[in-house]
């Protein structure tokens, strides 16, 4: 017999499986992103912490976002930790944003299997960020600062102003000090930009 979870129960259960492929893909890991048409800055360090993937799930919720991450990566995020309420916006209207959220979440373990395209100064309603990012299935913003962080989770391809290619993504485990791996590009691409991020760069890519 089939059991028809409630919209809430669904939630939960996102958050708490996604919170894994989060913690293993942006808070392990951190990436450089470079591109030839970048005009405000040489190139981008994506690095997440706990607390922002609170703004990736959308609820409400009297815990820290610290506190919600820790209870949805140990599992025991109940239905009675968040809700729907926000200041000045109808509950229907969140629901319908923390609904395309989940959708965007479970989308989110393959996000840097394929090209993906990038805007600066990315606004979409009243939401701000230094880059956004795009697979054209799902669209993540990111802050501005030495490190760019996740501030929020969209549906689809958003990026409508003027979006650019990414041509070099390099990575490496949060706790190694300089970036070892292509994940995006190749050495001729890495090359092109080496004189700007030389710094950052491990001996195995020199």
């Known amino acids: 017999m089939k059991i028809n979870n409630s919209f809430k129960e669904r939630v939960r259960q996102v958050a ?3 919170s894994k492929i989060y913690k293993n893909i942006f808070i392990d890991y951190q990436y450089l992103i470079c591109s030839y048409d970048f005009k ?11 607390t922002n993937y609170l703004h990736l799930v959308g609820v409400n919720t009297f815990l820290t976002p610290k506190e919600f991450f820790t209870k949805c990566f140990n599992g025991t995020l109940e239905e009675s930790d968040f809700d729907f309420s926000k200041k000045n916006t109808n509950p229907s209207v969140v629901k319908g944003s ?3 959220k989940i ?6 373990n393959n996000f840097f299997n394929q090209k993906l395209l990038i805007e600066e100064n990315f606004k979409k309603n009243n939401i ?4 956004a990012t795009s697979d054209n299935k799902i669209t993540i913003g990111f ?9 929020t989770l969209l549906k689809g ?3 409508k102003t003027n979006p650019i290619n990414i041509h070099l993504i390099l990575s490496k485990k949060r706790n190694e000090k300089l970036f070892n ?15 700007k991020i030389y710094h950052l760069l491990s001996n195995s890519l020199l």
């Open 16 to 18: 708490i499986k996604q």
């Open 40 to 50: 405000k800055q040489d190139f981008y360090i994506l690095s997440a912490e706990q």
């Open 98 to 100: 923390v609904r395309r």
């Open 103 to 108: 959708q965007s979440l479970e989308l989110l």
């Open 128 to 131: 701000t960020c230094a880059i």
């Open 143 to 151: 802050t501005n600062g030495e490190y760019s962080r996740p501030k």
């Open 157 to 159: 391809n958003e990026l």
């Open 181 to 195: 791996t292509i994940i995006y590009g190749d050495k001729n691409t890495l090359k092109s930009f080496k004189n």
